[in-house]
């Protein structure tokens, strides 16, 4: 099982980026999909997981109507798109998959973990 990630990078206040989650090893459609995200000295956030066994997608209000989460299982990928960026999003992003069910995006939900990717919000 494995996930690579890519995207990131520097982006001024209000711009976008994208994030990717290339998952080999096994069928995201098996999994639920998570992107969560960590700033020193603070706990890792859930900000967006998609359960497709119960049709649920969650986002955090921090990035609701902001950010949009998918996955294209012809790719096996997952995506993160970020617009309206701001510099409170700035922290290192993971992408994560859970064998069961997540209805709040806990971390402790996920069983595997991308290695992250700076996201870096500045003028």
């Known amino acids: 099982v494995q996930l690579v990630e890519s995207g990131g990078g520097l982006v001024q206040p209000g711009g976008s980026l994208n994030l990717s989650c290339v998952a080999s090893?096994?069928?995201?459609?098996?999994?639920?999909i998570g992107w969560f995200r960590q700033v020193p000295g603070k706990e890792r956030e859930g900000i967006s997981c998609?359960?497709?066994?119960?049709?649920?997608?969650y986002y955090s209000d921090s990035v609701k109507g902001r950010f949009t989460i998918s996955s294209d299982t012809a790719r096996n990928t997952a995506y993160l798109q970020m617009d309206s960026l701001k510099p409170e999003d700035t922290a290192v992003y993971y992408c994560?998959?859970?064998?069961?069910?997540?209805?709040?995006?806990?971390?402790?939900?996920?069983?595997?973990w991308g290695e992250g990717r700076l996201v870096t919000v500045s003028s």
């Open positions: 994560a998959v859970g064998r069961g069910t997540t209805y709040y995006c806990h971390y402790y939900d996920m069983d595997y």
């Open positions: 090893g096994f069928s995201l459609d098996d999994y639920a």
């Open positions: 998609i359960s497709s066994r119960v049709g649920r997608i």
